[in-house]
């Protein structure tokens, strides 16, 4: 299993950024996809997930703010995230996550991450 995650960069508070991950090693519309965040010093906390037949669901930091989504041609996956704020800076990561919406992985790896800084 390969994760790698892309799109992250600096922004300014406000603004939007929409960021992908691309799995390879197995099909995607076998799983249910998560994205993670970890902040400076701080653990890795859920963000939201997509179930495998589109459902998404998110933390309540997220939700209004963040879109899900998924293409299962592509073997990809997205987090849109909008008005972001400079507490939303982080290493954001993707990952398998189990079909009930309790975010917890199911690939034991985990790729990169990408960067989000929000700044102004």
């Known amino acids: 299993v390969r994760l790698v995650e892309s799109g992250g960069g600096i922004v300014r508070p406000g603004e939007s950024l929409t960021l992908s991950c691309e799995l390879s090693?197995?099909?995607?519309?076998?799983?249910?996809m998560g994205w993670f965040r970890q902040a400076p010093g701080k653990e890795r906390q859920f963000v939201g997930g997509i179930s495998r037949t589109g459902s998404t669901y998110y933390k309540p930091f997220a939700k209004g703010r963040f879109t899900i989504a998924r293409d299962d041609a592509k073997n990809t996956a997205y987090l849109q995230m909008n008005s972001l704020e400079p507490e939303d800076t982080a290493v954001y990561y993707c990952?398998?996550?189990?079909?009930?919406?309790?975010?917890?992985?199911?690939?034991?790896?985990w790729g990169q991450g990408t960067q989000v800084t929000v700044s102004s």
């Open positions: 090693g197995r099909r995607l519309s076998n799983h249910a």
């Open positions: 990952n398998g996550v189990d079909d009930y919406g309790l975010g917890e992985v199911v690939f034991g790896t």
